[in-house]
């Protein structure tokens, strides 16, 4: 019946067309894949490290994250020593402070990482409609008013041949404090940090009143010089730092202190504040600032939309919690499944606000949803789009999955542009403006490898775990142990080569293709068409019935599919016989939350994981998710995993209900801070299989995620978020951390 009822819509709506005078059938370049050029570096390298690209963005993008982390350690300070009227002491466990209160920290201003500017808050309520303008991404180029600017000690400093993909014989090493080193795809780079303060006081510190950060724009080097001058109106006490950081991309290896990056600015400006006559703030001073990124579990729409309120809550230009300004710290961002969707939306539209996304792009686009059969007429026509896609694609000799019609539903939900932002593929993110400035965190999406070729219908707890991104598509499991280049995924390869000289596929990577392919559940029933006792069965019947106008609906249509890579790969010899590799969610394997990815980069220190699974009845967390990654990790030698409680004792001491800190005391593991959903202000434990959410039900969640990220406004709760960061940092750290890692940490 779907069948013949998307025939009829899509006829009509292609006579709609023609009676108008609208163009029915787009370029091929719209969706289906098409040939192109190969590029002059190697498509495929073994899994010895990150590659050159991602290396280069992640320099830069550390220099400006550690920047910003440091503006928003000195407000959090600021506040929490200076403004509040008590110290942080322990609290009950399952005390997330006043929801219906609505308590937040926040400072008066928030620092811009890039531009060097300030913005001011205003007193709305941070859950509120955004009432600014509503361009599609005004970013990080707003400013108000002059920044004051904060030292930001570097990490680690790397060097790379190039910003391009490299091959496997070349090797770099990034030092760190620690003393660990890191081989990697690319060549050394370096980045030194010249600190010097002169302070003219009785005190020891800076006055954290004044912050700011230098921005990073494409030039051949990159200088960043800040300064500042804070006086005290009401006492003697006068402090004057200054710190200038040099950081450099060499073309060669090099230990020098001084290398060449690609982007330059200078950013200064001074303050004088008036601070309280019995207030010295203390200071986090780092040996150098941690490397941090964001994870977003699966969990459809319910980890979406509650994954986006905890990145409202750490965003400084959507919010005014105690922890807003975070996000601008981040180095890399994971998501899975529903948070792949997230991030799928966030960065294939250059990183708005989420309260851009929300306004005028979600809350129509979840309402008036396109996965729900019964908006067959509002849906009608995308259907008559999407089913000439996957005409265009089978034409092209690639035929679509059920996968295809499912990501093209998917995008018109997450993407903006014509039909449903079609153009837009995963490594296209590499040429968003926001990118290209270092503005953002680093954006990975997972997904599970099936030995479909051998009759294997679900990924087993050893599934192969794939990772996408702009730059590679690949694996760091046994057996594959290999990297792709993502913008020519669908080229057909033979050893890491055309298999015709010279002739390589590009447009494969669709972003809506990739969004399908992490939330691929359609696997499961081992069917065409999953049982119809599924709360999504009516779904697969609608995309069988598309897909069934291409081509019959068979078993291989349950996968997303991709043309290996890998085939006659030495080095990946689980896969190096199949012509195609078969994909699904990543979460199937018991994984939800994509922490994988960064046990196989050393140089990530602090590993935010919010965990929006669906462990019980009331699909809320119980721990079982990253308790399987940690075991799985255990069984793999992988030791950068922080032990975590099996289920019953996750639950017995209540971590399913509050944020935890796990590997505080391990200088050899990730720190990592969970945060679960719960229900702050709102009933978020909403079923994965729940495709439609009204205007209100979208604003509810985000809300609810930005009290999680908040603990509620608890005044405590920033501090103890700053110092469960900066604990393995090095240097000192406030008198104030010792309790919080009394309440927190678990060990």
Not at 9 to 29: S, Y
Not at 111 to 118: E, I, Y
Not at 283 to 309: D, I
Not at 437 to 454: F, R
Request: proline content about 6%; aromatic content about 8%; some cysteine.
């Amino acid at each position: 019946m779907y069948k013949y009822t998307i025939l009829l819509l899509a006829l009509l709506f292609w006579c709609a067309a023609r009676v108008q005078g609208t163009p029915v059938r787009r370029q091929l370049t719209g969706y289906a894949p098409v040939a192109a050029a190969c590029p002059a570096t190697p498509l495929v390298r073994p899994a010895n490290g990150v590659g050159s690209a991602e290396a280069a963005f992640i320099a830069s993008r550390y220099t400006v994250a550690s920047q910003s982390l440091a503006a928003w350690l000195a407000t959090v300070v600021n506040n929490a020593t200076c403004n509040s009227t008590s110290s942080p002491s322990k609290r009950d466990w399952t005390d997330w402070g006043d929801w219906d209160k609505g308590e937040q920290s926040s400072s008066s201003s928030i620092p811009d990482p890039v531009s060097g500017s300030t913005t001011a808050l205003t007193p709305s309520s941070t859950t509120s409609k955004s009432t600014a303008s509503t361009a599609k991404n005004p970013g990080y180029t707003s400013s108000t008013s002059s920044s004051p600017s904060t030292s930001a000690p570097t990490k680690f400093s790397t060097s790379t041949t190039s910003t391009n993909f490299v091959s496997a014989s070349t090797t770099s090493s990034a030092s760190r404090s620690s003393g660990s080193t890191v081989t990697t795809s690319s060549s050394t780079f370096t980045t030194s940090t010249s600190p010097s303060t002169s302070t003219g006081a009785t005190t020891s510190t800076a006055a954290p009143t004044s912050t700011s950060a230098s921005s990073a724009t494409t030039t051949l080097t990159t200088s960043s010089t800040g300064s500042s001058t804070t006086s005290s109106t009401t006492s003697s006490t006068s402090t004057t730092s200054s710190a200038s950081t040099t950081t450099a991309l060499s073309t060669t290896t090099s230990t020098s202190t001084s290398t060449s990056i690609t982007s330059s600015t200078t950013s200064s400006a001074t303050t004088s504040t008036t601070t309280s006559t019995s207030c010295t703030p203390e200071s986090f001073q780092p040996t150098a600032y941690p490397l941090v990124g964001l994870t977003t579990s699966g969990g459809g729409y319910r980890s979406l939309l509650t994954g986006a309120g905890v990145i409202q809550g750490f965003d400084a230009r959507d919010s005014q919690t105690g922890v807003s300004g975070l996000y601008q710290g981040l180095t890399y961002e994971a998501g899975l499944s529903g948070g792949g969707w997230l991030l799928t939306s966030i960065a294939g539209n250059d990183w708005p606000t989420i309260s851009e996304l929300r306004d005028n792009l979600w809350e129509e686009a979840f309402q008036t949803s396109l996965l729900i059969p019964g908006n067959l007429l509002v849906a009608g026509p995308a259907y008559a789009a999407i089913t000439a896609d996957l005409a265009a694609k089978q034409a092209a000799g690639f035929p679509p999955t059920l996968v295809d019609p499912y990501g093209r539903l998917l995008s018109y939900q997450l993407l903006e542009g014509a039909d449903g932002g079609v153009t837009i593929t995963t490594s296209d993110f590499a040429d968003m403006s926001n990118f290209t400035s270092y503005n953002v965190p680093y954006p990975i999406i997972t997904a599970l490898g099936v030995q479909a070729n051998e009759g294997e219908c679900t990924p087993g707890p050893a599934a192969t775990q794939y990772e996408i991104h702009p730059y590679e598509f690949g694996s760091w499991d046994d057996g594959v142990a290999a990297f792709a280049q993502t913008e020519y995924i669908g080229s057909s390869l033979s050893g890491g080569s055309p298999a015709i000289p010279g002739v390589c596929i590009r447009n494969y990577d669709n972003a809506g293709y990739v969004a399908g392919t992490t939330s691929n559940l359609f696997n499961e029933a081992c069917a065409p068409v999953p049982p119809t006792n599924t709360s999504d069965s009516s779904l697969a019947q609608v995309l069988s019935a598309i897909l069934d106008t291409v081509h019959e609906v068979t078993f291989r249509d349950n996968f997303a599919i991709y043309p290996n890579p890998f085939y006659n790969y030495a080095q990946s010899s689980i896969v190096a016989s199949q012509e195609d590799l078969y994909l699904v969610d990543g979460g199937e394997a018991l994984q939800n939350n994509p922490i994988w990815p960064f046990l196989h980069r050393p140089l990530v220190d602090v590993l935010i994981v919010n965990d929006n699974s669906a462990d019980t009845s009331a699909n809320y967390p119980n721990g079982s998710e990253i308790y399987t990654t940690y075991q799985r990790a255990t069984d793999e030698g992988l030791t950068r995993m922080p032990v975590i409680p099996d289920v019953t004792t996750f639950l017995a001491n209540g971590l399913d209900t509050r944020p935890t800190f796990f590997g505080c005391n391990d200088p050899n593991v990730i720190t990592i801070v969970y945060l679960p959903n719960q229900e702050c202000t709102y009933p978020s434990g909403q079923s994965t299989f729940k495709l439609q959410y009204t205007a209100d039900e979208t604003d509810a969640m985000i809300a609810n995620g930005q009290q999680i990220a908040s603990k509620g406004g608890d005044p405590e709760w920033p501090l103890c978020l700053a110092c469960g960061i900066m604990k393995k940092a090095g240097g000192t750290l406030p008198g104030g951390c010792a309790a919080c890692y009394d309440e927190y940490c678990y060990n």
